[in-house]
């Protein structure tokens, strides 16, 4: 049986990523780099940035409880050619 850990990143606020984005042009392209394995960013995929959405997840179960709402971006792959998956 394999050893596990426990991973818990530091996820961003917008006020955080704000501060990150303060001196860039408004036209720069954002990429991301996703990691390969948690915490593994030495081999990572790299995604451009396409969205924001607020995205409603699943009440507590808490009886009258309402729903979070949490901020995601979206990415897709970067512009290039590729092969299309065979159906």
């Known amino acids: 049986m394999a050893d596990t850990f426990d991973h818990a990143p530091a996820v961003w606020t917008a006020g955080r990523l704000r501060e990150a ?5 408004d036209d720069t392209p954002i ?8 915490g593994d960013f030495d081999g990572y995929s ?21 729903a979070t709402v949490e901020y995601t ?14 159906a």
């Open 31 to 38: 990429h991301i780099g996703v990691a390969d394995g948690p």
């Open 46 to 66: 790299e995604y451009a940035l396409v969205n924001l959405e607020p995205v409603e997840k699943d009440a507590t179960g808490r009886t009258g409880a309402p």
């Open 21 to 25: 984005l303060v001196n860039l042009p």
């Open 73 to 86: 971006l979206f990415a897709d792959y970067k512009a290039g050619s590729y092969h299309p998956d065979p």
